[in-house]
């Protein structure tokens, strides 16, 4: 157990006993317990292997390398569409977590195989973004908007289509776009300062 980790523990407001249980079958596997992003991350020499977080409704073991697991009780759970190497178990109370607690030290002692072997996810290439109509116009329409932004990293012009394609009406997809015209122009990313 590593003491810059304990206070997470021991102030964390909802699922304690989930996610000390987790706590325990994991550091039975041998990691190294850190605390990164804020939540406690578990590697195996300088690799992250697995990580303990919360949400509303559940306590989660993410795999950072879940989509290379042997998912054999199919417990494995892709967060998002978009989320292309990690995986989560999730939990909503100690009872299941006791109950899989041999399966739990299966899939993280073959997360560490994993490590070993120096494995790494193949990425995905990126597809072509299709932006919505009410940005197409705007770069249409604005030839130095639409070089800053093609000039924008790709991961930061994802960022700006998922946020303009979410809304379902053409009204707040606009909306949207405009508010972000003069961040795009000035060079910087939907969540930069």
Not at 57 to 85: R, S
Not at 106 to 134: C, D, H, M, R, W
Request: hydrophobic share 40%.
């Amino acid at each position: 157990m590593n003491p810059k980790v304990d206070f997470y523990f021991s102030t964390a407001k909802k699922w304690q006993k989930e996610i000390e249980q987790l706590r325990m079958i994991v550091l039975d596997c041998g990691l190294t317990e850190e605390l990164k992003w804020g939540v406690p991350c578990y590697l195996f020499g300088k690799s992250n292997t697995v990580l303990i977080h919360v949400f509303k409704e559940y306590c989660a073991l993410l795999f950072f390398k879940g989509a290379l697991l042997n998912d054999a009780n199919g417990i494995l759970i892709q967060q998002t569409e978009n989320v292309q190497a990690a995986r989560q178990i999730r939990f909503t109370n100690v009872r299941e977590i006791v109950k899989i607690k041999p399966t739990l030290k299966a899939y993280i002692n073959e997360a560490i195989e994993l490590e070993k072997a120096g494995l790494k996810v193949v990425f995905k290439k990126s597809t072509a973004l299709q932006f919505p109509e009410e940005f197409q116009t705007k770069l249409t329409e604005n030839s130095a908007l639409k070089t800053v932004f093609n000039a924008l990293t790709a991961g930061r012009q994802r960022a700006y289509n998922l946020y303009f394609s979410a809304p379902k009406q053409s009204k707040t997809r606009a909306a949207r776009v405009e508010k972000c015209i003069e961040q795009i122009i000035n060079g910087k990313g939907l969540n930069d300062e």
